[in-house]
C-alpha cells in the first residue's frame, strides 16, 4: 500500500466538480511519468474493456473491469467516473494507475460510465448507474464475486452517485444490494444550487430538472436504516461543496443507525494534496476491509 500510495504525490491540490474528479489529474500525473520511478512497471491487471450494460439513443453504456493480478478476495467495487456528472472515457491501461492500490489489496473494480451532461440530467443518470449495479449483480459469478460484497465509491458528483446507490439500492428485499460506501466531498442535497439565479445551474447544467423531483435525488432525503454502511470525506475548506453536505447525512445515518464515519481533511478545498490523498485512501481500504471483507459470504449467510 505504500508504494502505490508514494504515486499519488503528484496530484494537484485542488480538482474541480467539472472535471472527471481524483481519477483523471491522478491518472495524467502518473502515465505522464510524473511518477513513474515510484510507481515501477507493474504488470497490468487483467481488464474487461468496454463491457456494455445498456443503450441509450442508439449509444452504448460501458463500464471497464479491471482484476486483480492475486490475492483475489471476491469483492467488487463500483467506481463511479463522474465529474460534474460527465462521466470522461480515457484508456483503462492509464485508469489502472488509479486504482492500483484498491487492486494490489485483490479487490476487482468496475469503474462505470453514464450518460454525460449537458445531454443529460440527473434523474436520467441516476437511471444509467442504477442500470449498471443491475449488469453488475448479474455478471458476480463470471467476474468471482460474491454479490452481497459490493460496494460503490466515487468523488464529488462521483460521489452523490455512490450515495444514491448506498441510500436507494437496499430498500427492496430483492434486486441487487450495495453493502458499502465511500464517498468524498459529495453533494448530498440538491435543492441549494437550484435556486432561482443560482449560477451553479449553467455551470452543471445536469442540475436543470423538474426541482420538484430535489429530494428524490438528493440523497440527504434519501437516508433509511436499510442503507449500506457509509464513509465519508470531505475538506473543511470546500467551497464548491462545503463540508455541511457530509456532516448533515452523517447525522441523517446515525439517526437512522446507518454505520457511518466522517473524515474531514483539514484546509482542504475541493481538491486534496498528496497527504490529504494518503490519508483517503487508507480510510477507504479500512472501511472495506471493515464492511466488505469481514462480512459473511454469501453462500454462509443463506
Same mark, same amino acid.
Given at each position: ?47 474487461? +474493456? ?37 462521466? *470522461? ?11 492500483? #492500490? ?69 430498500? *427492496? +428485499?430483492?434486486? !441487487? ?8 466531498? !459529495? #453533494? ?107 462480512? !459473511? ?6
Amino acid at each position: 500500500m505504500q508504494y502505490s500510495l508514494a504515486c499519488l504525490a503528484s496530484v494537484p491540490r485542488r480538482i474541480g466538480l467539472r472535471r472527471i474528479g481524483l481519477l483523471g489529474a491522478i491518472a495524467w500525473s502518473l502515465t505522464a511519468g510524473v511518477a513513474s520511478e515510484a510507481c515501477g512497471k507493474d504488470t497490468l491487471p487483467k481488464i474487461r +474493456k468496454d463491457v456494455v450494460y445498456g443503450h441509450k439513443d442508439g449509444m452504448a453504456l460501458t463500464m471497464d473491469v479491471f482484476e486483480p493480478e492475486s490475492k483475489r478476495k471476491g469483492i467488487g467495487l463500483m467506481f463511479m467516473v463522474s465529474g460534474g456528472w460527465v462521466s *470522461t472515457w480515457m484508456p483503462p491501461a492509464q485508469m489502472s494507475n488509479f486504482f492500483k #492500490p484498491l487492486l494490489d489489496e485483490g479487490y476487482t473494480i468496475i469503474a462505470v460510465r453514464h450518460g454525460s451532461s449537458p445531454k443529460y440530467v440527473i434523474p436520467e443518470i441516476v437511471e444509467d448507474v442504477r442500470k449498471a449495479l443491475g449488469h453488475v449483480d448479474k455478471a458476480c459469478e463470471e467476474w468471482q464475486i460474491d454479490k452481497s460484497k459490493l460496494g460503490v465509491f466515487g468523488f464529488s458528483a462521483g460521489g452523490h452517485l455512490s450515495l444514491m446507490l448506498g441510500t436507494t439500492a437496499n430498500d *427492496t +428485499k430483492r434486486g !441487487p444490494r450495495i453493502a458499502a460506501v465511500a464517498a468524498v466531498f !459529495p #453533494p448530498t442535497d440538491l435543492a441549494p444550487y437550484k435556486t432561482d439565479g443560482n449560477p451553479r445551474m449553467d455551470q452543471f447544467p445536469a442540475l436543470k430538472f423538474d426541482s420538484n423531483r430535489n429530494d428524490e435525488f438528493s440523497p440527504l432525503r434519501q437516508v433509511s436504516s436499510v442503507d449500506a454502511p457509509t464513509l465519508l470525506v470531505h475538506g473543511d475548506k470546500d467551497d464548491l461543496v462545503p463540508l455541511s453536505h457530509s456532516e448533515n447525512i452523517k447525522e441523517a445515518f446515525s439517526k437512522s443507525e446507518v454505520p457511518c464515519n466522517l473524515v474531514v481533511i483539514q484546509g482542504a478545498a475541493h481538491g486534496f494534496d498528496a497527504e490529504g490523498n494518503r490519508v483517503m485512501f487508507e480510510s477507504m481500504r479500512d472501511w472495506f476491509k471493515k464492511h466488505l471483507d469481514e462480512r !459473511p459470504n454469501q453462500s454462509s449467510s443463506e
